[in-house]
Structures are given as structure tokens and as C-alpha cells.
Nanobody, 121 residues
Framework: QVQLVESGGGLVQAGGSLTLSCAAS????????MGWYRQAPGKQRELVAA???????NYADSVKGRFTISRDNAKNTVYLQMNSLKPEDTAIYYC???????????????WGQGTQVTVSS
């Protein structure tokens, strides 16, 4: 089981940017896809973005055009560049494995601590 540690969250004003990082304890080059997820208070966890091993990306409609997911297999790290942040982006952000296309669901059981992103208006 790969251990994942998220970082890079913080407090930012609306319109600002943040870059999240997810470092893996071992190579995830063989993992089909990785995803960033978020959970806001009182809401279910949702997929924000996913990237397959061959670089195909999938985004939630709410973040298309604003967020970019990338992965560096050499560094065992997945990134989420977030631009034009909105107050509704406020949530705890997690990274984890993903099944990839066509449905981009996750069957992950274990989740890390995540990283808090707070966007003020």
C-alpha cells in the first residue's frame, strides 16, 4: 500500500492561486491513475481532477479551466495547480489512487490527512 502525504494548502483570497503536492512513499508509475479529491464541511468527498499513467486528464466541471493536475513519476509526486480560486473551493484536499477512465472512480480505503484550502471572499 502506497502512503500519500498532501501539502501546499493554506489561506488565500478569492482570485488567488495555490499549488498542492502529493508525495508517495513509493513509485506510483505503475498505478493506472491518481486523483485529487476534496471534501467541504457537510458535503461528500468529490473528485476534483485525475490523471492517468499516460497523461490523460479528467476534471470536475466546477474546476475546468482553473485547475491543472500533473504528475512527476521520477519524484513520485502529483500536483494540483489551482488558479482563480473561489470561496466555494474551500475544502480539505486529498490525493489518492483512481481507477481511471471511463468513470474515474476510486476504490481507495485508506486516506491521508489531506491539506486544508481556505479561500476568503
Amino acid at each position: 500500500q502506497v502512503q500519500l502525504v498532501e501539502s501546499g494548502g493554506g489561506l488565500v483570497q478569492a482570485g488567488g492561486s495555490l499549488t498542492l503536492s502529493c508525495a508517495a512513499s513509493r513509485s506510483f508509475a505503475s498505478i493506472n491513475a491518481m486523483g485529487w479529491y476534496r471534501q467541504a464541511p457537510g458535503k461528500q468527498r468529490e473528485l476534483v481532477a485525475a490523471i492517468t499513467s499516460d497523461g490523460n486528464r479528467n476534471y470536475a466541471d466546477s474546476v475546468k479551466g482553473r485547475f491543472t493536475i500533473s504528475r512527476d513519476n521520477a519524484k513520485n509526486t502529483v500536483y494540483l495547480q489551482m488558479n482563480s480560486l473561489k470561496p466555494e473551493d474551500t475544502a480539505i484536499y486529498y490525493c489518492n489512487t483512481n481507477r481511471g477512465p471511463p468513470y474515474y472512480v476510486t476504490t481507495a480505503v485508506y486516506w491521508g490527512q489531506g491539506t486544508q484550502v481556505t479561500v476568503s471572499s
